[in-house]
């Protein structure tokens, strides 16, 4: 269990880039959602909902896209042996997956869930989906190859197929012998329909496994999701309602900038800016190489986020600020006490 070290949907075609769009969104509605629940007596946020002292900001620093490839892999590994973060998620279809599981496995006290996915982004580090194309066709480009966007995959995939796969992936996970501590999604896709989420907290409930799932209590934070082009329905708002499990305060990704002094400045505005609650913030850590630099024109971002989470000069930041930081696994312990 990971505690501080100082004890202390424009339609789903934008959904490539929801991580970010999140950012814009966050500070106004979780001042909202503070000022709109002051004086009940009751918890005000889910980071209270689990015991945690009223007026923290309580982060999950988590580590996206374990298991693409070996450097994402060896600079997961570092930033969670070190305990710079507290959470990563590791991708299935991916080819590296493997290996990522055994790490998990023979380190059973670090936090690592399964990203689901069903896009493969890159123009030559490419996979396919877990299950048997021929039972997904809908998944599958011309290429033979998960489909590179969300829309493509909205265009294209039924939500038969998209349950299909994203059992596959967490049955495949436990054929391997390890239980995900938490699960979330590649890109943003599980919620480029309604119904695509639906299966999403489906699989949740039913394999007791704790999904990214942001609480949509407070209408400003509905509406700016929807100006944000999700498809924030009732009846999505009625599943989130009913989904059973924990949820996040806030949720949103390292900025991204010209330099590495810039990412990091521009990381302390946005922790600077945080409400109390539970937030997790993602990133995509990968170690610099050649073969790196060919999957992907973001390498030198993922290089930089790793130098972020280990530089001395951050976590004097932290301690400043008085964070406290938590993963899944505590999140479930308390979540399970608490019942």
């Given at each position: 269990m990971i505690i501080s070290r100082f004890s202390v949907f424009k339609p789903a075609i934008l959904l490539i880039a929801a991580m970010v769009i999140t950012l814009l969104i966050a500070a106004c509605?979780?001042?909202?959602?503070?000022?709109?629940?002051?004086?009940?007596?009751?918890?005000?946020?889910?980071?209270?909902?689990?015991?945690?002292?009223p007026g923290k900001r309580v982060i999950i620093f988590h580590a996206d896209d374990m298991g693409m490839c070996d450097e994402a892999n060896e600079a997961t590994f570092y930033l969670l042996e070190h305990e710079y973060?507290?959470?990563?998620?590791?991708?299935?279809?991916?080819?590296?997956?493997?290996?990522?599981?055994?790490?998990?496995?023979?380190?059973?006290?670090?936090?690592?869930?399964i990203h689901l996915t069903l896009t493969s982004e890159w123009q030559t580090h490419r996979w396919g989906p877990v299950a048997d194309p021929s039972e997904v066709p809908g998944l599958v480009d011309p290429e033979g190859y998960m489909w590179r966007s969300v829309r493509e995959v909205v265009e294209n995939a039924t939500p038969e197929e998209v349950e299909k796969e994203l059992r596959a992936q967490i049955e495949y996970t436990l054929?391997?012998?390890?239980?995900?501590?938490?699960?979330?999604?590649?890109?943003?896709?599980?919620?480029?329909?309604?119904?695509?989420?639906?299966?999403?907290?489906?699989?949740?409930?039913?394999?007791?496994?704790?999904?990214?799932?942001?609480d949509f209590s407070d209408p400003g934070v509905v509406e700016q999701y929807r100006q944000a082009g999700y498809p924030v329905t009732d009846r999505l708002l009625d599943m989130l309602d009913s989904y059973s499990l924990?949820?996040?305060?806030?949720?949103?990704?390292?900025?991204?900038?010209?330099?590495?002094?810039?990412?990091?400045?521009?990381?302390?505005?946005?922790?600077?800016?945080?409400?109390?609650?539970?937030?997790?913030?993602?990133?995509h850590p990968q170690f610099e190489s050649e073969f790196g630099k060919t999957i992907t024109n973001s390498w030198q971002q993922r290089a930089w986020e790793v130098d972020l989470f280990a530089d001395p000069v951050v976590w004097q930041f932290f301690e400043d600020e008085g964070l406290v930081f938590t993963d899944w696994k505590e999140v479930m312990e308390r979540f399970e006490a608490a019942r």
């Open positions: 509605g979780q001042r909202q959602a503070t000022e709109q629940v002051a004086d009940t007596g009751e918890p005000q946020t889910w980071a209270e909902k689990l015991g945690f002292e973060i507290q959470s990563a998620a590791a991708m299935a279809p991916c080819p590296a997956y493997e290996d990522a599981i055994t790490w998990a496995i023979e380190n059973p006290q670090y936090d690592v869930g054929s391997l012998g390890y239980h995900p501590d938490h699960m979330d999604t590649h890109m943003g896709t599980v919620y480029a329909t309604n119904e695509f989420t639906e299966v999403y907290l489906r699989l949740a409930g039913e394999y007791n496994i704790p999904a990214m799932v942001i924990p949820k996040l305060d806030y949720f949103s990704s390292v900025p991204e900038a010209d330099t590495y002094e810039e990412v990091r400045e521009r990381f302390f505005e946005q922790v600077r800016s945080l409400q109390p609650g539970l937030t997790e913030i993602i990133f």
